[in-house]
């Protein structure tokens, strides 16, 4: 069955960055494009990013250009978030998506705090 792993979240100072990883199983990875998703708590889960099945084609949330990017590794399964620059209000529940498979994993928590 489709499995999505969310890691790499964890308590960060502002101005700090993370990487964020989601390992994919039981589909063929290089086929799908991906998406990261975020969710803050009392808020609805937000779109940030898309990759193209090939990598080659990226698109992002208005909030976040500049500051975060996405990234994938067709051979290891992977798809990336890394965050620049983090700020109070990047606090939130990040998930990665496979939109065409409404796949979900559980989510990795990123709490930014000085």
């Known amino acids: 069955q489709v499995q999505l792993v969310e890691s790499g979240g964890g308590l960060v100072k502002p101005g700090e960055s993370l990487r964020l990883s989601c390992a994919a199983s039981g589909f063929s990875f290089s086929d799908y494009n991906m998406r990261w998703y975020r969710q803050a708590p009392g808020k609805e889960r937000d779109f940030i990013a898309h990759i193209s099945a090939g990598g080659a084609a990226t698109d992002y949330a208005d909030s976040v250009k500049g500051r975060f990017t996405i990234s994938r590794d067709n051979a290891e399964r992977t798809v990336y978030l890394q965050i620049d620059d983090l700020k109070p209000q990047d606090t939130a529940v990040y998930y990665c998506?496979?939109?065409?498979?409404?796949?979900w994993g559980q989510g990795t928590q990123v709490t930014v705090s000085s």
């Open positions: 998506n496979v939109p065409t498979l409404e796949a």
